[in-house]
């Protein structure tokens, strides 16, 4: 097999162009079979396999710099550069990343979890590279989908001033991970089929060609009409418009033809874009056939495509939906918003049963989230469905264009807390420290799946401002359903067990590592006080003062960061109440990333087990009566 004998760039400058074809049904296969174990992003890289290997085949990685729009469509350029050998640990603790780290290879040279960056990152390096008086090469490979974020166009817009030598390669498969929305969707999709235009521009480049030279007044009244007749067959010319030089479309599995692409693209003195033509999944039937599901994937059987699932009670995501459903029917105030992921956020029911109720912006959280508050002044009731990572980005719009306005805009915020295999750039850990300091905001987060039903009622019902359910990437408990899911009142906790050793005061997922950290004490005759601290702003201050009364030592649960987090709010709340002599402890996510692993592992590191809150509760008791005495 060729692929045996890759272990570097140089490895694959030494074959014939002839033999990439074989080289690139070699990596599907490894793809396909070593993924089935792993899981990951199966589809998005098997569309990208020859593209990467003729960027590697032309060019000098690292000292050309190769930036991946996202990363999770680095895989095959990890094959290339020498990791093909750990891919059995993909996405595994201590294993090699889903996504392109700086740390794991000198051929990572950008990271990022979400869309959109690449460009500006592109444009960074080149002017970095030319202050320095250096001449590498810089190349940025962007999807389709990435350019309905806002930053993308922002860069477009800066490269196209600066007019420095870069390259964009535009990976068009008219995919994100669901399917693309939009005008700049629909003016891609003109380009792509347009052979009017392919033919025309081809045979006036060729009529130009055969000119004589007789002076640069006829050259440049001839690239004038050759744009005229460019502008003339294809309205707007986009990216020739922002000022970078127009290629292709190019078949993006045709490695000859790529190569070719890439070295005209390479001869432009500034800045280019090369269109290419991908298909996501490429080379394994279930992923070409439904490339959304196949986007980011679990272990499955190679031969039949079926998804190894494990057996076990719904997702929260998926309760979410049902729920959404469910209070739709009975409210048609009710919106779903979602910026490009109505499957990951379970509003494909929604979609089907509401299609005219549902809308998917594209990769544009800023967008949604101010389309949000817009609709919410107009008496709608916009459900803001996104993760707790990706919301990081429309902080700006949920300050001003939401809170400020004090907009009824439910925040649905899924991926709240660690998130496991999808690592560092994904963990929803940072929304409480962002969000419950702004105005008018109400945060809660429901210890199992019926409640969270009833704060989805919560927040139908509340009309006083913004307010926001965020739960876990996760399976539910298994409890039973209420029919009918009533309210939640407004900021009160729920006391779960009693005990008068200790008290801990847990959210979500963590109240059930309180429940069997009471467990372990209980077995010495210590009883712990176990709080549902659903509601973290605004605060049970009646149950705050009642806690310090009785000069109970309190542990504060949360996975979430511990800077900003619940913990800091009641140490907040007791500071500025002047309430003196409460023992409180934080454990929650320390002041790191969380880099890949099981979610069970990332709980081991970072301190949230069973075992280690009984130890901080019953240290925290013997210090308070040691002091007492």
Known sequence: MLLDHIDSPTDLKKLPLSELPQLAQEIRHFLIEKLSATGGHLAPNLGVVELTLAMHYLFDSPKDKFIFDVGHQAYVHKILTGRMGRFDTLRQKDGLCGFVKRTESEHDVWEAGHSSTSLSAAAGMALARDLKGESNRVIAVIGDGALTGGMALEALNHIGHEKRKLTVILNDNEMSIAPNVGALHNYLGKVRSDKTYRKAKEEFEAFLRKIPAVGGKLAKTAERFKDGIKYLVVPGMLFEEFGLKYLGPVDGHDTEKLVEALRQADKVDGPVLLHVLTVKGKGYSPAEADSHKWHGITPYKIESGQVVKPVGPPMYTEVFGNTLIELAEKDDRIVAITPAMPGGSGLLGFEKRFPNRMFDVGIAEQHAATM?????????????????????????????????????????????????????????????????????????????????????????????????VRYPRVNGLGVEMDEDPQPLPIGKWEKLRDGDFAAVLAVGPMLQVAEEAAELLKRDGLNVRVINARFIKPLDEEMLRELASEHLPLVVLEEAAVAGGLGSAILEFYAENHIPNVSVSLVGIPDRFIEHASIKEQRVDSGLTAEHVAAELRSKALRVRQKAT
């Open 372 to 468: 949000a508050a817009a609709m919410a002044m107009e008496g709608m009731k916009p459900v803001f469905a996104v993760y707790s990572t990706f919301l990081q980005r429309a902080y700006d719009q949920v300050v001003h264009d939401i809170c400020r306005h004090n907009a009824n805009v439910i925040f649905a915020i899924d991926r709240a807390g660690l998130v496991g295999a999808d690592g560092e750039t994904h963990q929803g850990i940072y929304d409480i420290a962002f969000l419950r300091h702004i105005p008018n905001m109400v945060l809660m987060m429901p210890k199992d799946e019926n409640e969270l039903r009833r704060m989805m009622k919560t927040a139908v019902e509340y009309d006083e401002g913004p307010i926001a």
